[in-house]
């Protein structure tokens, strides 16, 4: 922890809760510098090829007004700063969105854009001489007197909980790293916003940008000609061919109605999702999502904390969305920060490579995240067949079927 006569520099956004982070910070007698970080440009774009930006509508920290901002902190006699990170951001969100939407794969940009943040944030901090960092995020943080290892807790106040965007950071962000809306819900928070009388924005809802519609068509613009490749959809049971499509961008693995796919076989009303996506020849497979399950999922890139002991299974609950439910597993770790987690039940649907996945101690309360990686696969077991993921074809389902009766003596 940060002793009154320490620096600490502390991002803000002119939101509520960022605002009352700095406050809090204050008035425990710390030396807080604020620092506004900016991931996308100031007001209209210039022109209609400048028009389109992914950040403003789906980072999580996109700024409105800097003038605004630097109000707020001036009225607390807080120093402010404004860094421009627009080409990081760039570099390392907006054209891998781009490029793993080519790929078929997930990719969250709300994750990717907030450890972005966190290296800024070090980054300037040890320029000021701040020893420590801090945001207006709602998390815990803990450390091990012990060992030294600092670990992550999901929020008291579940709805507002951002453990997920956090659980990425590294050993040395999270030492860094102070929350003072740790112990404190969204209602607390709003009341010392109405006591400190600072008028603030509004709070905004960002999404993951793979959850807009149509991010197929909005990222048409950084594509040249000769990687957009068209093709056919096809049904995957019968593989018969039910409709043209204009791209690969279009889809990704899982993608269902809710996420843009927008393809119902004729005559039957129904939602289908996206099983396969083969680049070189342009082909969409899609499938009922009600004919779609798997047991296990495995995740890559790992990253393991909160001391987890590596040589034993571990009864763990598993969140793949942002506020999304955390469903119960146990967790099996791997060679080359790998892992698989075996699901208590079957779980519908599928989870498409790439896909952001945090691991958690418990299913709800304040809650240790254990682990966070990318998934690799999500499969079901067959004994004498090993993992499987979408069958190949409806022959393939029926010889499996017929070799397991055979090893049941039917």
Known sequence: MATQSQKVLIAVTGRMDSAVAAYLLKKQGMEVHAVAVLFHAQGEPASENDAFTLDPKVVQYGLSDLNLIKKVYDSMEIPFYAVNAQEQYYALVHDKVVAHRLMGRSYNSKVATTQLL????????KIIGAKSIATGHYAKLQMNQKSGENSLFSSPDLVSDQSFLLAGLTQEQLAMLQ??????RK?????IAKIMGIKTEASKKHLNVFEKPTLGKEIEPFLPPDMITEGEVYQHQDDHMIAEHKGLHHFFLGQGVETGLDIKRTGMERDLVVVDLIAKSGKVVVEDPRKLFYTHVSLVGCRFGGGSNSIFPLDVYIQFKEHGERVSGKLYFKN????VVEFSNKQSGMIGRGTVAVVYAKASGVARVLAT?????CFHMIKGHGRRFA?????DDNEIEQSLKN????
């Open 373 to 377: 990686g990318h998934t690799q696969n």
């Open 407 to 410: 090893q049941m003596g039917f």
């Open 179 to 184: 929350l003072p809306l740790s112990d404190m």
């Open 391 to 395: 069958p190949a074809s409806p022959d």
């Open 187 to 191: 209602a607390e928070t709003e009341k």
């Open 118 to 125: 966190f290296d800024v944030l070090v980054e300037k901090a």
């Open 336 to 339: 080359n920060q790998s892992c």
